[in-house]
């Protein structure tokens, strides 16, 4: 529902915040105050959750990231690595949603809460952490799959229930390195 929901509201506002930056450093500016402000999260990432490095380039030329500051909606900005091509979408994002401020369907009246949406982390950590897990370049894993329904298909079927961090370079600092944690949508357009 909330990955409709998100895939809905880019659709209908069509226009992207981001791709490849904002500014000089490439780092969206609510996205440099909300690394700034973040806590990091107790929630470490698990050596078998999986690990994508991912260079964001603009739209239509592979990997695209886009930036939302809904403070309507979101408790933190959301974050979406979007890939697209012959009638499949996909994307990773990472939305933290405010329950009160949506009507749920399961919602039921007076005095009860509506249900907690999923948290997601964004952790901060050494470089030296990526040698622990194996990590797949999304940039070249999407040049893999344009134009084959097959792997395409495949990529939703590994990746659709499993608990993903991003490894986008451009949030990439010194010797650290953020991961941001995400979900995954597929839609078949």
Not at 14 to 42: M, N
Not at 113 to 132: D, E, G, I
Not at 137 to 160: P, Q, V
Request: proline share 4%; aromatic share 10%.
């Amino acid at each position: 529902m909330i990955k409709l929901l998100t895939l809905l509201m880019l659709l209908v506002e069509g226009s992207e915040r981001d791709s490849t930056g904002c500014d000089g450093t490439g780092i969206p500016a609510c996205l440099q105050e909300y690394f700034q402000h973040v806590k990091d999260s107790v929630r470490e990432p698990d050596l078998n959750d999986v690990f994508m490095v991912v260079s964001p380039v603009e739209k239509g030329k592979g990997v695209y990231r886009v930036t939302w500051n809904d403070t309507m909606q979101f408790t933190t900005p959301s974050i979406e690595y979007h890939l697209e091509t012959k009638g499949y979408y996909f994307m990773l994002d990472h939305v933290n949603i405010d329950g009160s401020k949506i009507v749920h369907s399961n919602y039921r009246g007076k005095g009860e809460k509506p249900l907690a949406l999923p948290r997601f982390s964004v952790r901060t950590l050494p470089k030296t952490f990526l040698s622990k897990v194996k990590v797949m370049d999304l940039n070249k894993r999407f040049e893999e799959m344009k134009g084959s329904k097959e792997k395409m298909l495949e990529f939703k079927e590994e990746f659709e229930k499993k608990r993903i961090w991003v490894v986008d370079e451009t949030f990439m600092t010194g010797d650290l390195i953020r991961l941001v944690e995400t979900s995954f949508a597929f839609v078949t357009i």
